[in-house]
C-alpha cells in the first residue's frame, strides 16, 4: 500500500514562509493525483490543492490562489506545497493524499484513497 508521511510545518509569523513535504513509499508516484488538504480545530477538512497525474492539472481553493504553490519531484517521490504570505487563519494541520483513478484533480477529500497523517502549521505573533 501507498505509504505518505508529511514533513515541514511548524511555528511562523504571519507574513512568513513554510515548506511543506509529503514523502511517498511508491517509485510511481507520478501516476497518482495529488491533493493537500487542511483542518483547523473545529472546522471541517477543506481542500487546499491538488495536482493531477504528471502535473497536467492544477487547482488551488480561493484562499490560497496566489500564496501556495503545489509541485511533484516523481524522481524522489516527493510532493511539495510550498507556502508563503502566511496568515493567522492558515493554521491548522495539513495532509497530503493520493488517488490513482482520479483523471485530474479534486478538491474534495472524499476522492482520495491514501492518506498521511499530517504536519501541523501554526500562524502566529
Known amino acids: 500500500q501507498l505509504q505518505l508521511v508529511e514533513s515541514g510545518g511548524g511555528s511562523v509569523r504571519p507574513g512568513g514562509s513554510l515548506r511543506l513535504s509529503c514523502a511517498a513509499s511508491?517509485?510511481?508516484?507520478?501516476?497518482?493525483?495529488i491533493g493537500w488538504f487542511r483542518q483547523a480545530p473545529g472546522k471541517e477538512r477543506e481542500g487546499v490543492s491538488c495536482?493531477?497525474?504528471?502535473?497536467?492539472?492544477?487547482r488551488y481553493a480561493d484562499s490560497v490562489k496566489g500564496r501556495f504553490t503545489i509541485s511533484r519531484d516523481n524522481a524522489n517521490n516527493t510532493v511539495y506545497l510550498y507556502m508563503s504570505n502566511l496568515e493567522p487563519d492558515d493554521t491548522a494541520v495539513y495532509y497530503c493524499?493520493?488517488?490513482?483513478?482520479?483523471?485530474?484533480?479534486?478538491?474534495?477529500?472524499?476522492?482520495?484513497?491514501?492518506w498521511g497523517r499530517g504536519t501541523l502549521v501554526t500562524v502566529s505573533s
Open positions: 493524499a493520493a488517488e490513482s483513478s482520479l483523471i485530474r484533480c479534486r478538491l474534495d477529500n472524499q476522492d482520495y484513497e491514501y
Open positions: 511508491e517509485f510511481t508516484l507520478g501516476s497518482y493525483a
Open positions: 495536482l493531477s497525474k504528471w502535473g497536467g492539472v492544477i
